[in-house]
């Protein structure tokens, strides 16, 4: 489980030039699921070891009434699912009648709170900021978002009291010892956890309810937050699967009443604990952008995926020609996916999905010797030589796994970081097909002799 940090406060205060500098290039997950009506984003963070999930809020100016008010308080509900709580002020406008509001709002909730100036480049830090203390939020913390001044110690700081509760917060930055990790794991003998994703009403409690058998008498009115999915053991043939199920706080018959327990934040938490994750999309709705933002957020944080496209029942035979030609359009980029089309309703194709999650369970977590891995990439330069780079050959020499779940190759040569994007993207691809590797990213780096 990742710890949840929300930037809260007023627009341009710069939530998201922070936002943007802990999650770099990575997908942004925006929110604007049915009952969530504000622009909330959420993202995850990889900052100097650092890592974490964190949500902007959207902008608060703290005066709003009527229907802006109910979105403001909408958008401190992100609050509730938040370790720590990173309320931002521009150090150049001063105290503003907005930071005084928010403030009111926040001294509410029972939340460990920061007190972020942000834009302290080019001023007097130091008194700019004194006017702050009026807000009575506690010690205040100095920062440049834009250009990253006091990022890392203000993350050092909130961390820090919760670092017993979240032991993966730091990541080690030490590849050796992912390596040594992997091979004290016998991944065959764990339970697979398998994460069941997707937006409201696509169908998830009904494929769980499948997958888990008619007679199972479903009480789902667990006790703890919103945030918290629901683990359910379960074993299928030889093998001890563990469902995460995102689905909803719920009882059975009162399947309706899950939307306003959608939260993005526990779909993020059960993909970044899943060894496969199964994204299941509405065939009536072919597929939204959130959908592809939730595969991309899948894959970005190196997990295995199966989409399932549901409610394939009941569909004309011309409809599901131009539904799926619809998907081939848009998930070009994953083309390493397995696709089912199923009805959790009726049951129908639902065993067979079990056989992609399994191929990208051993896809991710199969071992590679590295004599097989330089055969192949031998095998890949014969085919296609890499380019000339200052009018020298890329030569590569030998490549061996650097980790798994998912795979990663790490190739060693001259100039190999100076490959061209197509020509590491053909690598890529050559040992997809080689290796047989499904429902999996596979992440190539590139190591030179120092
Ligand atoms: P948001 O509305 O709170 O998300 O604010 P933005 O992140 O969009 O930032 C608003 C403006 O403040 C933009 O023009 C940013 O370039 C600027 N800004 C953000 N952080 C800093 C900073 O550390 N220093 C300075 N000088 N400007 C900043
Ligand atoms: P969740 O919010 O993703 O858990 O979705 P639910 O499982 O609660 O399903 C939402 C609605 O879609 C319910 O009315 C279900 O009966 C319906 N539904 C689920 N699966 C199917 C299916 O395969 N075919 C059809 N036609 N309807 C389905």
Same mark, same amino acid.
């Given at each position: 489980m990742l710890p949840v940090v929300a930037l809260v406060g007023r627009p341009n205060v710069g939530k998201s030039t922070l936002f943007n500098r802990l999650t770099r290039t990575r997908d942004a997950l925006v929110a604007d699921f049915p009952g969530l009506t504000r622009d909330r984003k959420y993202g995850q963070a990889n900052y100097d070891g650092f890592q974490f999930i964190v949500i902007d809020t959207g902008g608060i100016h703290?005066?709003?009434?009527g229907i802006d008010e109910e979105m403001a308080k909408q958008s401190l509900l992100a609050v509730d699912e938040a370790d720590v709580v990173l309320f931002m002020v521009d150090a150049r406008d001063g105290v503003t009648v907005g930071d005084q509001a928010i403030a009111e709002h926040l001294r509410k909730q029972n939340k460990k709170v920061y007190l972020v100036c942000n834009? $302290?480049?080019?001023?007097?830090?130091h008194s700019a900021m004194g006017d702050f203390y009026s807000l009575s939020l506690g010690e205040l913390y100095g920062i440049a978002a834009a250009h990253g001044r006091g990022v890392e110690q203000l993350l050092e700081t909130c961390f820090r009291p919760i670092a017993e509760d979240y032991?993966?917060?730091?990541?080690?930055?030490?590849v050796e010892s992912e390596e040594l990790e992997h091979d004290e794991i016998d991944y065959e003998k764990l339970p697979l956890k398998l994460a069941i994703v997707g937006?409201?009403?696509?169908g998830k409690s009904t494929l769980i309810n499948r997958i888990l058998g008619e007679e199972r008498v479903v009480v789902y009115d667990m006790p703890g937050t919103t945030r918290d999915s629901v683990y359910i053991p379960m074993q299928r043939n030889e093998r001890e699967y563990v469902l995460i199920d995102t689905a909803g706080v719920r009882r059975r018959?009162? $399947?309706?009443?899950?939307i306003e327990k959608f939260s993005v934040v526990k779909t993020l938490q059960a993909i970044e604990d899943a060894n496969v994750v199964l994204i299941v999309v509405d065939a009536r709705e072919t597929i939204s952008d959130q959908d592809l933002n939730l595969i991309g957020f899948a894959l970005n944080a190196g997990r295995s995926i199966v989409i399932a496209v549901n409610k394939w029942d009941g569909l004309q035979n011309d409809h599901k020609e131009e539904i799926k030609r619809e998907l081939d359009r848009r998930l070009g980029f994953v083309d390493f996916a397995r696709l089912h089309f199923i009805s959790a309703l009726h049951g129908t194709g639902v065993g067979h999905l079990f056989e992609s999650v399994e191929e990208a369970y051993k896809s991710a977590t199969q071992r590679i010797s590295t004599s097989k891995l330089t055969k192949i990439m031998e095998m890949a330069q014969e085919e296609h030589q890499p380019p000339l780079v200052s009018g020298r050959r890329v030569k590569l020499k030998y490549a061996h796994a650097g980790g798994y779940n998912p795979p990663r190759i790490i190739i060693h040569g001259n100039q190999v970081k100076d490959l061209p994007g197509a020509y590491q993207r053909y690598l890529i691809n050559y040992f997809r097909k080689a290796l047989g590797v499904m429902g999996t990213p596979i992440k190539v780096e590139f190591r030179e002799p120092v």
């Open positions: 703290g005066d709003e009434e834009k $302290i480049d080019g001023i007097d830090a032991p993966d917060v730091i990541v080690p930055k030490d937006r409201p009403n696509v018959g009162r $399947i309706g009443e899950a």
